[in-house]
Structures are given as structure tokens and as C-alpha cells.
């Protein structure tokens, strides 16, 4: 009785053990792939400081799809807030230089910010539309974080943070020279008198009120205050949308690196079974997949971005040049250091943005030169012919164009360079 007392104990003890050790290893894979998850989404969340501090002052950040009642409340109201901001600098100003203001050069040199405000509510309006479709891109780069391996994952944060420098110092040359713009130069004019004895105290943004004369205190010091805060409001807008099309483009870049690593590997593998080698083949055509999904996603996205921000920027170089011309003839070092600032800012974010298009597109040439040098002797006849719709789909240049007609490239920005030094040209003739 003893005997089979013990042999029933050991049985037990040998069916138990095994699901033992089988629980405990389960329990530390799911505890790895929980830590693994978490680092992931915090990695995430440090990728995305370079836009969405910008995009939740302006209200236009895509929260959840059924998001609390006070969050769309807020949501709304800075929206409200940041339309009126804007409208309340763009009507008057505009109402100015058509009704008041006689003198070409002067309307071109008084019609300079709100050229600017135009630009970045116009982008402020497209990133508000394409809300759903910006979480969507979100959600998809949540997922490629969270799916990635360690060796993917530091190459999703390096595209980060040089997505987050370039950023950073746009914001540090934008608030710079839009606050210096804002205050330092109508100070430094001071107060202007009339011929009939009249004194005007100079706006940041001159502007035309109907029903109340702006150089009466307290409504000067108002509106002064109210254009300072709308250059804040739409420097904020640009910095949000510059940051939006540096996060999208940078992780097509981290999906193109990847992506050929995987063509690397395949040829590399030391198998070369045929279950092995489709298997791998399989993963390189699903991911090329997954990439054009994405980027067509992108450009829905950042195409009328990227139109907006070239225009603009070749509108503005235009202008500003002309107006460092005028303000050198006239021997205004403060007013030519300003525009210069302001010249320098323009010109960095056309180049930036069009820099951040030629990663792109050197990300898919190298994708494509990695297709077609892929070691596919190596591999069984029928397993090789596999490799020609990768080859061909590689072929095809994966890049960021505006509205579909140009290409944004390093080439995009010197025609932009030119086309301001010839309407510059002109301008100078016209005027």
C-alpha cells in the first residue's frame, strides 16, 4: 500500500513538473513581450514630440475616435479660438492695405505677414480636414513600433531624432524671427507724426477697423497683443505641420531601411530550403505592400502640405528679398537684420521639407539597388523566379509628390530658388 502510495506521488509528480515549467515559461514570455510592448510605446510617444505638443495647442492633434465630452469641448474651443485669431489680424490687415493704402510698394510691404497667415491657415484647415485619416497613419505607425524587432526599432528612433532636430531648430528660427518681427521692429519705428500733426504708434500687422480707431489706448495696446499671440498661433501651426511631414516621410524612410534589410537577409540566409527561402520571399512582397499602403496614406496627407509650403515659401523669398533691398537703400539695419532672419527661416523650411523628400527617395533608390543585386543564383529555378515581381516592384521610385505633379527633391528647392529670384527681377521692374 506504502509502496503504490509512492508510485502514485512520483506520477503525479512527473505529469505535474512538466506543466509546471511549461506555465512558468509562458508566463516569462508573455512578461518579455509585455516589456518589450511598453518600451515600445514609450519609444513611440518620445517619437512624436517633435508634432504633437504643436498640434494639441491648435486643437488639431487626432485623438481617439469616441474621445470624452470635455476633450471635444476643449478641442472645439481651440479651434474657435484659433480661427478668430487669425481672422481677427487678417480682416482688419487686409481691409488696410485695399482701402487705405494707396502706395504699391507699401501694400506689398504691409501685405508680407498676412501673406504668411494665409499659408498656414490654409495648412491649418487641411490638417483639420484629414483628421481621420492622420490617426489612421498614426495607428499604422503604432503597430509597425510595436511589431518591430530590437534591431527595428533603433532604426525607427534615429529617423526620430533627426526628425526632432530638424524641428526643433525650425521652432528655434521661427519664434526668433517672428517675435523679433512682432515687437522689435514696429518698436523700433516708434512713433510716426503726419504732416497734419497727427501721430500713428506703428502695429505689427497695420490694420483697419470700422467701428473703433486702433491708435486710441486701451484699443491699441489690445490689438497690439492680439497680433503678437495670432504670430504665436500660426507659428505653432507651422512648426505642427512641418513636424506632421517630417514623421510621416521619416518612417517611410525606417520602413525602405528595413525593408532592405529583409532583401539582405534573404539572400544571406544560410538555408536555403525551399520552405525557408518562399517563407522569406512571402515576408519581402508583404512589406513592400504594407509600404505603398502607407504611403498612399502619406500623400493624402502631406500632398497640399507640401504645396501650400512651396508656394508660400517662393511667394515670401520674393517679397522679403525685395523688401531687404528697399529697407538697404533706405539704411535700416534693424528692419534688413529682421528680413534676414525672416529670409533665412523661409528658406530653411522649403529646404528642409524638400530634404526630408530626397531621404525618400534615396531610401527607394537604395531599396532598389539592393533588389537587383540580390544573390538569386543561390537560390532553386522556381525560387528564383520569385524574386523578379520584388525586382520590379522595388523598380518603381517610392517618393513624396505635390498634389501628384512635381516630385519633392533637393531639385524641387533650387526651382524654387529660381523662380523667386525671377518674380523678385520683376517686381523690381514693376515697381
Keep these: 500500500m506504502h509502496a503504490s502510495a509512492l508510485r502514485s506521488s512520483r506520477d503525479e509528480h512527473h ?37 504633437r505638443p504643436f498640434l494639441r495647442i491648435v486643437g488639431a492633434w487626432p485623438g481617439p475616435i469616441s474621445p470624452p465630452l470635455h476633450s471635444r469641448i476643449l478641442n472645439f474651443c ?46 491649418y484647415t487641411i490638417i483639420l480636414c484629414k483628421t481621420s485619416e492622420f490617426r489612421e497613419a498614426l495607428n499604422k505607425i503604432r503597430d509597425d513600433w510595436l511589431a518591430a524587432t530590437d534591431e527595428n526599432r533603433l532604426i525607427f528612433i534615429a529617423k526620430a531624432k533627426f526628425g526632432y532636430k530638424l524641428v526643433l531648430t525650425t521652432f528655434c528660427i521661427l519664434y526668433t ?33 470700422v467701428f473703433f480707431d486702433e491708435q486710441v489706448s486701451p484699443y491699441y495696446e489690445i490689438i497690439f497683443v492680439l497680433q503678437i499671440l495670432q504670430g504665436m498661433f500660426m507659428y505653432t501651426i507651422l512648426c505642427g505641420t512641418v513636424g506632421t511631414i517630417a514623421v510621416l516621410s521619416l518612417h517611410i524612410c525606417s520602413l525602405l531601411t528595413i525593408l532592405m534589410n529583409k532583401m539582405i537577409e534573404l539572400t544571406n540566409t544560410s538555408d536555403t530550403s525551399k520552405d525557408v527561402i ?10 513592400q505592400t504594407h509600404i505603398k499602403r502607407f504611403l498612399n496614406q502619406v500623400q493624402n496627407i502631406t500632398s497640399y502640405l507640401c504645396f501650400i509650403e512651396i508656394v508660400n515659401d517662393t511667394c515670401l523669398v520674393c517679397v522679403i528679398g525685395y523688401r531687404i533691398i ?84 533637393l531639385s524641387t528647392f533650387t526651382d524654387v530658388l529660381k523662380t523667386s529670384v525671377a518674380y523678385l527681377n520683376m517686381l523690381r521692374e514693376v515697381t
Design 177 to 209: 524671427s517672428g517675435v523679433s518681427y512682432r515687437t522689435i521692429l514696429p518698436l523700433s519705428i516708434g512713433r510716426i507724426v503726419l504732416p497734419n500733426n497727427t501721430t500713428i504708434r506703428v502695429l505689427p500687422c497695420p490694420s483697419y477697423f
Design 326 to 409: 528697399t529697407e538697404w537703400e533706405n539704411s535700416n539695419a534693424t528692419a534688413i537684420m529682421i528680413y534676414l532672419m525672416f529670409q533665412t527661416l523661409c528658406l530653411f523650411v522649403s529646404f528642409m521639407t524638400c530634404y526630408i523628400g530626397q531621404l525618400v527617395i534615396d531610401a527607394s533608390n537604395d531599396v532598389r539597388l539592393t533588389s537587383i543585386t540580390l544573390d538569386w543564383y543561390r537560390f532553386p529555378s522556381k525560387e528564383a523566379r520569385c524574386l523578379i515581381p520584388i525586382i520590379i516592384t522595388s523598380s518603381y521610385p517610392i517618393k513624396l509628390t505635390i498634389c501628384k505633379v512635381q516630385e519633392i527633391s
Design 278 to 287: 518562399k517563407q522569406k520571399i512571402f515576408d519581402v512582397v508583404e512589406y
Design 78 to 123: 481651440l479651434i474657435v479660438i484659433s480661427y478668430l485669431m487669425q481672422l481677427l489680424v487678417l480682416i482688419p490687415g487686409l481691409l488696410h492695405i485695399f482701402t487705405k493704402e494707396k502706395i504699391r510698394e507699401k501694400q506689398l510691404q504691409k501685405f508680407l505677414p498676412h501673406m504668411t497667415s494665409l499659408g498656414q491657415l490654409f495648412k
Design 15 to 51: 505529469f505535474l513538473a512538466p506543466h509546471g515549467c511549461i506555465s512558468a515559461r509562458t508566463v516569462s514570455r508573455e512578461k518579455i513581450r509585455m516589456d518589450r510592448a511598453k518600451r515600445a510605446e514609450e519609444d513611440l510617444k518620445r517619437s512624436l514630440r517633435s508634432v
